[in-house]
């Protein structure tokens, strides 16, 4: 065997692959194709836990019942019936994720929507659920967006999601993003879609694998019902910021600040006019931000997050770049931090309920230090950003 051809041919992209099959066995389009599946040796793992999550479908739809002495003869005399009406293979339906070769039995979409979100209810309403899981949304920038996305999820939100980044998944990304060694080298818009699709094979997720350019910029923002921006290269925030401006769509952004976080909000669906970035790094063009360099683009985006906010920690890190770091450092915490703070402003903007459209500093310091807001450290972190900026040039 030629080892190294075998391996080459392994590595092959084939982004099908990440997207899972839903077999409704009983009808008969399902059963030819699991035949298939099952003849040409795709399935390696079966899991079929359908007794227990009708259970629990049952129990939700039934709260009254659970602390009823009878509550599983209740629930046997169920289960007994549906399995009088047909086979329990033929219930629900049967997701196949080709990456795994794994065949697993579920609930369909509205009765498994129903169990996954059940301990939500009340702290999300009915109505403010079905709202969340209907909308589209599009994803740019799969760092912390990967966070974004999983929050979103997970939260019971986003039936179909736009991913949107050209970046593969690195060694050095794995103190901040919920991947592993196993997804090296993955274009970051697979790895997130597979990981989408664990939580909730229903999903419609479509790939922008090149990421956002002025090719595909009309087709990922064609049926948005609101944009995240978590991308670096700052000639694209403006482009993004430019097409929700003209279709009237909110944006929402957030960056780490050492452990802490920054959420920015463009509220271009209420105020079409709103100066861009909320005029924070002056009066900018589209040509001069893509002629930008490393550095420069880390000076704007300290301006855009405004010195004043940056930690003292965050501070020294960007004078250390090119001579003991060597690119802006970020941590896994501020990662989720961000990811759960964006999930709840896009739940909370796609219902209609207010959110500060503008700036939202969330600081653990501030928090949690119980020397922070003192007079001397006050002082000591003016001094600080003082220095920072003159060093900086800002």
Same mark, same amino acid.
Request: hydrophobic fraction near 40%; charged fraction near 30%; aromatic fraction near 10%.
């Given at each position: 065997?030629?080892?190294?051809?075998?391996?080459?041919? &392994?590595?092959?992209?084939?982004?099908?692959?990440?997207?899972?099959?839903?077999?409704?066995?009983? /009808?008969?389009?399902?059963?030819?194709?699991?035949? @298939?599946?099952? #003849?040409?040796?795709?399935?390696?793992?079966?899991?079929?836990?359908?007794?227990?999550?009708?259970?629990?479908?049952? /129990?939700?739809?039934?709260? !009254?019942?659970?602390?009823?002495?009878?509550? #599983? &003869?209740?629930?046997?005399?169920?289960?007994?019936?549906?399995?009088?009406?047909?086979?329990?293979?033929?219930? =629900?339906?049967?997701? @196949?994720?080709?990456?795994?070769?794994?065949?697993?039995?579920?609930?369909?979409?509205?009765?498994?929507?129903? +169990?996954?979100?059940?301990?939500?209810?009340?702290?999300?309403?009915?109505?403010?659920?079905?709202?969340?899981?209907?909308?589209?949304?599009?994803?740019?920038?799969?760092?912390?967006?990967?966070s974004v996305a999983l929050s979103i999820v997970l939260g019971g939100g986003a039936k179909r999601i736009?991913?949107?980044?050209? *970046?593969?998944?690195?060694?050095?990304?794995?103190?901040?993003?919920?991947?592993?060694?196993?997804?090296?080298?993955?274009?970051k818009v697979e790895m997130t879609a597979r990981q989408i699709y664990s939580l909730?094979?229903?999903?419609?997720?479509? @790939?922008?694998?090149?990421?956002?350019?002025? !090719?595909?910029? *009309?087709?990922?923002? *064609?049926?948005?019902?609101?944009? +995240?921006?978590?991308?670096?290269?700052?000639?694209?925030?403006?482009?993004?910021?430019?097409?929700?401006?003209?279709?009237?769509?909110?944006? +929402?952004?957030? /960056?780490?600040? =050492? *452990?802490?976080?920054?959420?920015?909000?463009?509220?271009?669906?209420?105020?079409?006019?709103?100066?861009?970035?909320?005029?924070?790094?002056?009066?900018? #063009?589209?040509?001069?931000?893509?002629?930008?360099?490393?550095?420069?683009?880390?000076?704007?985006?300290?301006?855009?997050?405004?010195?004043?906010?940056?930690?003292?920690?965050?501070?020294?890190?960007?004078?250390?770049?090119? &001579?003991?770091? +060597?690119?802006?450092?970020?941590?896994?915490?501020?990662?989720?931090?961000? =990811?759960? /703070?964006?999930? @709840?402003?896009?739940?909370?903007?796609?219902?209609?309920?207010?959110?500060?459209?503008?700036?939202?500093?969330?600081?653990?310091?501030?928090?949690?230090?119980?020397?922070?807001?003192?007079?001397?450290?006050?002082?000591?972190?003016?001094?600080?950003?003082?220095?920072?900026? #003159?060093?900086?040039?800002?």
């Open positions: 065997m030629n080892i190294e051809q075998f391996l080459l041919e &392994k590595q092959k992209e084939n982004l099908d692959i990440s997207r899972p099959l839903v077999l409704n066995l009983a /009808a008969e389009s399902g059963r030819v194709l699991l035949e @298939y599946l099952t #003849k040409d040796g795709k399935i390696a793992r079966v899991s079929d836990d359908f007794e227990e999550q009708m259970r629990e479908y049952f /129990a939700v739809e039934h709260p !009254e019942l659970i602390f009823h002495p009878e509550f #599983k &003869k209740y629930f046997e005399d169920y289960w007994q019936g549906l399995l009088h009406e047909k086979p329990r293979w033929q219930h =629900g339906v049967w997701v @196949y994720f080709p990456w795994m070769l794994s065949l697993i039995h579920v609930l369909d979409e509205e009765a498994f929507n129903c +169990v996954r979100t059940a301990r939500n209810k009340h702290l999300i309403t009915e109505a403010e659920q079905k709202k969340f899981y209907e909308s589209t949304i599009g994803i740019a920038g799969l760092s912390v967006g990967n736009k991913l949107a980044d050209f *970046d593969r998944l690195s060694l050095s990304n794995l103190n901040r993003i919920r991947g592993g060694v196993e997804c090296l080298g993955f274009l909730n094979p229903f999903t419609e997720v479509e @790939y922008f694998p090149g990421g956002l350019n002025e !090719e595909n910029m *009309d087709r990922f923002f *064609d049926g948005l019902d609101l944009v +995240v921006d978590e991308i670096d290269n700052l000639g694209i925030k403006y482009r993004i910021r430019q097409e929700a401006k003209k279709r009237k769509l909110p944006v +929402v952004m957030a /960056a780490d600040n =050492g *452990d802490n976080g920054v959420v920015d909000i463009d509220r271009y669906d209420l105020d079409p006019e709103l100066e861009f970035f909320h005029g924070r790094m002056g009066d900018l #063009k589209y040509e001069d931000l893509i002629r930008l360099n490393k550095m420069e683009i880390g000076k704007l985006i300290t301006r855009l997050v405004g010195p004043e906010n940056v930690t003292e920690r965050m501070q020294q890190s960007l004078m250390e770049i090119g &001579k003991t770091v +060597v690119s802006w450092p970020q941590l896994g915490g501020a990662a989720l931090l961000n =990811g759960s /703070a964006v999930a @709840y402003c896009v739940r909370r903007i796609l219902n209609h309920q207010s959110v500060f459209d503008n700036r939202t500093l969330i600081s653990w310091d501030e928090l949690m230090d119980p020397e922070h807001n003192t007079d001397l450290q006050k002082k000591h972190r003016a001094e600080l950003t003082l220095e920072f900026k #003159k060093k900086f040039g800002l």
